[in-house]
């Protein structure tokens, strides 16, 4: 059967085209430069507001076997996996006052996970913790990561409120030295540099950007002093006020509600639609619960993130894709309903229309959502997305649409422009000022810039070679883990190592491959691990070549961190996960295939 006998509510060659006027509209040639850096006059954006007690140390100079750069999720995981596998010298600096990342800096109100707790809350059967909900919001998350640091004793010698400022190898000691903003000289016989990958907040290099004389702030340092309330609402604070909030990503998407029913008046400035799927919490089935085998989390990971790499629309993977019943699998099941219809003799190029059939048909329920919540029909309009599925996060939210319902609250929409200028008092869009007192940036984070500008240091790896020099054309790694000339150093993180939604998945996959590595270096007294030029040149050239070309992270889609601002920058390809954004169970399957041999293949160890 040919899918055109499937008769569509929609016509796809007009949705074709209008994708890509949208698209077109927005494309422009500064790419990631159009965004400010946080630096200079603009370093107080990145101030923390949240650290009650400020730390007063000497600086060290000592010695522990494994220092670990990051507290969010990665380094959490990192240092339990290394717990678990007996390693006890272990120190991890963090920037913030506490563990949590991610989660310890992003508390706007509404800050919530949208992929369900059970899959993404990690170690949940080790800890055995059952969440009281199937998602959960950003203050249970940043319980939990504190949970885990204190199961695994991860408070133990570490340096919170402290950054790293440079790391030295050497090759005569053996050692890494890492330089901090406390002037620690600490040594480290091996590194892992979990940084995260939303780790530096970013600003529009908006023309008039530092005239504004207003409040103002970013969403990933919300001023609850300003504002009032907190990470569940109540902005007291904001009685009287008129509020402008630039951006319509997944963040403003969480907060503008509370922001709309709080302000005496908000300007939301819109420069792309987000997709916005509904969210449908409930408390966990208790009984559903008690039925769970050990191992469970794991393979609800596996299953999950097999979903998310375009899977679960198969013959045989009919119970991976039902035990989840949110907007995340709901593509997965329009295509295998497609696929059924379509018969089972349907022709390879069918497939790929049949796919794009199914994603037409998701992206038209999430515009037809808008229609049946929005009352003004203009409005409605300016919200609803045109690009494919996973061009950009889904957002998974019961609030935020609604909002535009509110007498107080207005669109502005830049029609993909983005904002014109900022004055002293507001924001102007097409020759309009709209006057506010508190001005708050939800422009998201620094994806696509260089490694060592987003981590915030540099690395002098063997005779003095940067990481910065080296991977000035793209990075070059073995397993996305290792790069040679920095012996001892490993990195959990998406260049060259796995993508997933569903993101502390990953980062167990890196952190229980480290510490296995660690585990045998020590065991084995041995003091330097390299991988050879080959292997990551090999390892490199794989990742480069079988990039996924899908929808998701694609030159055919809206510009947007997934696809570096849609520009075709070449080192894009060699920072891009291994299998592009829908390899990552074929990569944690390599990272297996690693552990079981035992040759340790491609490493020189000694
Ligand atoms: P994003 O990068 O997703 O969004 C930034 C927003 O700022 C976009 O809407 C962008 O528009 C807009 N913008 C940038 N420049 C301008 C300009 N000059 N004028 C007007 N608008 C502008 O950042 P977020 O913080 O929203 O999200 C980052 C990531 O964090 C998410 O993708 C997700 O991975 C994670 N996250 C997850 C959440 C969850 O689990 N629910 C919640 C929040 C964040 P444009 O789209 O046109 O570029």
């Known amino acids: 059967m040919s899918i055109n006998a499937t008769k569509e509510d929609f016509d796809p060659d007009a949705l074709r085209q209008k994708y890509n006027e949208e698209r077109e509209k927005r494309l422009r040639s500064d790419g990631n430069e159009q965004y400010q850096e946080m630096k200079g006059d603009f370093s107080y954006f990145l101030e923390d507001p949240y650290v009650e007690k400020p730390i007063v140390r000497d600086p060290l100079e000592?010695?522990?076997?494994?220092?670990?750069?990051?507290?969010?999720?990665?380094?959490?995981?990192?240092?339990?996996?290394?717990?678990?596998?007996?390693?006890?010298?272990?120190?991890?600096?963090?920037?913030?006052?506490?563990f949590g990342g991610t989660w310890y800096w992003n508390r706007y109100p509404g800050a919530a996970r949208d992929i369900e707790a059970y899959t993404?809350?990690?170690?949940?059967e080790e800890l055995n913790y059952m969440p009281p909900r199937k998602y959960c919001d950003a203050p249970e998350i940043l319980d939990h990561c504190q949970r885990v640091a204190k199961h695994y004793r991860l408070y133990d010698n570490s340096c919170m409120q402290t950054e790293v400022k440079g790391m030295e190898w050497d090759d005569d000691t053996r050692r890494w030295t890492i330089r901090t903003?406390?002037?620690?000289?600490?040594?480290?016989?091996?590194?892992?540099?979990?940084?995260?990958?939303?780790?530096?907040?970013?600003?529009?290099?908006?023309?008039?950007?530092?005239?504004?004389?207003?409040?103002?702030?970013?969403?990933?340092?919300w001023d609850y002093d300003y504002t009032g309330g907190n990470a569940r609402g109540n902005l007291s604070g904001l009685k009287g006020k008129r509020v402008g909030i630039i951006g319509t990503g997944a963040t403003a998407i969480q907060c503008v509600s509370y922001l709309g029913e709080s302000a005496d008046q908000l300007y939301v400035f819109q420069r792309t639609p987000s997709g916005v799927d509904p969210r449908n919490d409930h408390p966990t089935d208790e009984k559903w619960a008690a039925s769970l085998q050990p191992g469970w989390q794991k393979q609800r990971q596996k299953d999950f993130t097999a979903i998310l790499n375009g899977r679960g629309g198969r013959r045989g993977e009919i119970e991976q894709l039902d035990q989840f019943d949110d907007a995340w699998v709901e593509m997965g099941k329009i295509y295998r309903r497609r696929m059924r219809v379509a018969?089972?003799?349907?022709?390879?190029?069918?497939?790929?229309?049949?796919?794009?059939?199914?994603?037409?048909?998701?992206?038209?329920?999430?515009?037809?959502?808008?229609?049946?919540?929005?009352?003004?029909?203009?409005?409605?309009?300016?919200?609803?997305?045109?690009?494919?599925?996973?061009?950009?996060?889904?957002?998974?939210?019961?609030?935020?649409?609604?909002?535009?319902?509110?007498?107080?609250?207005?669109?502005?929409?830049?029609?993909?422009?983005?904002?014109e200028s900022i004055t002293e008092k507001g924001v102007v869009v097409d020759g309009i000022e709209y006057e506010v007192d508190c001005l708050i940036f939800a422009t998201g984070f620094e994806v696509g810039t260089d490694y060592t500008r987003r981590a915030g240091y540099d690395l002098i790896g063997v005779d003095g070679l940067s990481l910065?020099?080296?991977?000035?054309?793209?990075?070059?790694?073995?397993?996305?883990?290792?790069?040679?000339?920095?012996?001892?150093?490993?990195?959990?993180?998406?260049?060259?190592?796995?993508?997933?939604?569903?993101?502390?998945?990953?980062?167990?996959?890196?952190?229980?491959?480290?510490?296995?590595?660690?585990?045998?270096?020590?065991?084995?007294?041995?003091?330097?691990?390299?991988?050879?030029v080959d292997a990551e040149l090999a390892w490199s050239a794989d990742v480069v070549g079988i990039t996924a070309k899908g929808p998701m992270g694609g030159a055919s889609c809206t510009p947007g961190y997934y696809n570096l601002e849609g520009t075709r920058d070449p080192r894009a390809r060699h920072n891009q996960p291994?299998?592009?954004?829908?390899?990552?169970?074929?990569?944690?399957?390599?990272?297996?295939?690693?552990?079981?041999?035992?040759?340790?293949p491609g490493l020189v160890i000694s």
């Open 343 to 419: 018969g089972k003799d349907i022709p390879r190029d069918q497939v790929a229309k049949i796919y794009e059939m199914s994603n037409f048909e998701k992206m038209e329920n999430i515009r037809n959502r808008v229609d049946d919540i929005v009352e003004d029909k203009e409005v409605a309009e300016a919200l609803k997305p045109y690009y494919a599925f996973m061009c950009k996060r889904p957002c998974l939210d019961d609030r935020y649409l609604a909002t535009f319902n509110r007498d107080n609250v207005k669109l502005v929409d830049t029609k993909g422009q983005g904002v």
């Open 578 to 600: 291994y299998g592009g954004m829908m390899g990552a169970n074929k990569y944690f399957a390599k990272l297996e295939e690693f552990r079981e041999g035992d040759k340790m």
């Open 468 to 532: 910065d020099e080296k991977w000035s054309k793209g990075m070059v790694t073995y397993f996305g883990i290792h790069s040679h000339d920095f012996p001892n150093c490993f990195l959990i993180g998406t260049g060259q190592a796995s993508f997933t939604a569903n993101y502390p998945d990953g980062l167990d996959e890196g952190a229980k491959h480290i510490a296995y590595l660690v585990k045998y270096f020590v065991e084995n007294k041995i003091t330097r691990v390299d991988p050879t």
């Open 62 to 98: 000592d010695e522990v076997d494994v220092v670990i750069i990051g507290g969010g999720l990665g380094g959490l995981l990192a240092g339990a996996r290394m717990r678990e596998a007996g390693i006890e010298d272990i120190r991890v600096i963090e920037k913030g006052a506490d």
């Open 120 to 124: 993404y809350l990690p170690l949940l």
């Open 181 to 221: 903003d406390r002037n620690d000289k600490m040594k480290a016989r091996f590194v892992v540099m979990v940084n995260g990958p939303l780790n530096r907040p970013k600003l529009p290099g908006i023309k008039g950007i530092s005239d504004f004389k207003g409040h103002t702030f970013h969403t990933s340092r």
